[in-house]
């Protein structure tokens, strides 16, 4: 058997820890939407869904959705309504999923079964999102075999009515590896990779550098979905398959809180980097807890270090936590550095937003909470030189 035929039949580490990340943040999608009063709807699409179980017994991306949703309706009462939307261009994948879910599903959601291309499942999901009500949210999952249907066009379409997120796969150590030879070739095995990249970048960006690495490939993507603008946040999550081979997960949506609770993920899985999954070691080194916490004093460090540039000027805290979540950091992580500088110095001051009196001792609000749109400031932060 083939490496590759062995990844169609069995879950490897590297799509276990693809569908884990999936997972964790639809868990937490489903409950802040539940207790959104004014969303009533969710409509949640796997585009290639897959398999439905592998051989190994590892649960694919359209059970671990069905399992989520079922588990929202064990633990409350809920009158939401959740579309579930399979497809996949390979008829027997979804007859599978369908022979799975079906035997389960007892009004957990409604469930639709599609076997169509990408290019005209894409086109017909973005109808549906494009029309999508007030009290209604779109989780998009796209895990496709390879990327030769996925461009910036389609991307932006999907998320343009803000009502939608985005959680994207892609073989970055593959396209990092070809992108030059791509745009220097006229072989039509390359023509997919090319358009991809020349949908996202001009002809003068450093992602067409030979000496680029895997690394930087993937911060290129993932500053490129930003779309250049201040409407969209998008986040990578690196997935390695092997010592030369990455995969990574891109996501994006229109709204800061869900970009909160996406970082809030990556943390979880990662709580070294934040940033990604690496196949775990066979020998362990003696050194692992001394290296972990090297690597969280270098986090601290960064985050202080950017805070203490920017608050050489008084910040809200809404501004704070807009600047934290941009450099991919979570609230807990500023009020940790914010609480050793008030008990280590003087030059660190936090006061009332109206009132300018000193601030309780302790109180940052550096949470959505506190900081979505439209909240009025509740303090001002300042770090004197």
């Not at 549906?128 to 999952?141: C, H, P, S, Y």
């Not at 066009?153 to 997120?165: A, D, G, P, V, Y």
């Not at 008990?343 to 001792?361: L, M, W, Y």
């Not at 109180?363 to 400031?377: D, G, L, R, T, V």
Request: glycine share 4%; hydrophobic share 35%; with cysteine.
């Amino acid at each position: 058997m083939t490496k590759k035929d062995d990844a169609k039949r069995n879950m490897l580490a590297h799509s276990q820890a693809k569908v884990e990340f999936f997972e964790a943040y639809l868990q937490r999608y489903l409950r802040v939407l539940y207790r959104t009063p004014y969303v009533t709807a969710i409509n949640i699409y796997d585009i290639f869904c897959g398999t439905g179980i592998y051989e190994n017994g590892k649960k694919g991306s359209p059970i671990v959705t069905f399992e989520a949703i079922k588990r929202l309706h064990s633990e409350n009462t809920t009158s939401m309504k959740i579309r579930l939307i399979i497809n996949d261009g390979e008829p027997l994948y979804v007859e599978g999923v369908k022979a799975l879910i079906d035997a389960q599903n007892e009004g957990y959601c409604e469930v639709s079964y599609h076997t169509l291309d990408a290019s005209l499942m894409f086109e017909t999901v973005i109808n549906e999102v494009t029309r999508t009500a007030n009290n209604a949210r779109n989780l998009i999952f796209i895990d496709p075999y390879g990327y030769k249907d996925i461009n910036r066009e389609t991307i932006l379409r999907l998320l343009s009515n803000k009502r939608t997120e985005i959680i994207l796969f892609l073989p970055v150590s593959h396209m990092q590896r070809f992108t030059q030879k791509a745009l220097e070739s006229n072989d039509s095995q390359f023509e997919p990779l090319k358009r991809f990249v020349n949908s996202f970048f001009d002809d003068y960006h450093p992602i067409y550098d030979e000496k680029k690495t895997v690394h930087e490939y993937i911060n290129y993507l993932k500053y490129a979905l930003r779309f250049n603008c201040h409407d969209f946040y998008s986040t990578s999550y690196s997935i390695q398959r092997d010592l030369s081979s990455f995969y990574a997960l891109f996501f994006m949506t229109s709204h800061m809180y869900g970009y909160e609770k996406i970082l809030d993920v990556k943390w979880e899985l990662d709580e070294i980097r934040g940033s990604g999954f690496l196949q775990p070691k066979i020998q362990q080194s003696l050194f692992e807890d001394e290296d972990k916490k090297v690597q969280q004093e270098a986090n601290y460090k960064r985050l202080e270090d950017l805070l203490r540039k920017y608050l050489q000027k008084p910040r809200t805290n809404n501004d704070v936590y807009a600047y934290v979540l941009h450099f991919e950091f979570l609230p807990k992580h500023a009020n940790k550095v914010f609480s050793d500088w008030q008990q280590k110095s003087g030059n660190f001051e936090v006061t009332d937003f109206d009132s300018g009196v000193p601030a309780r001792k302790g109180s940052f609000y550096i949470s959505w909470e506190h900081c979505k749109p439209q909240a009025k400031p509740k303090v001002r932060l300042y770090l004197k030189n």
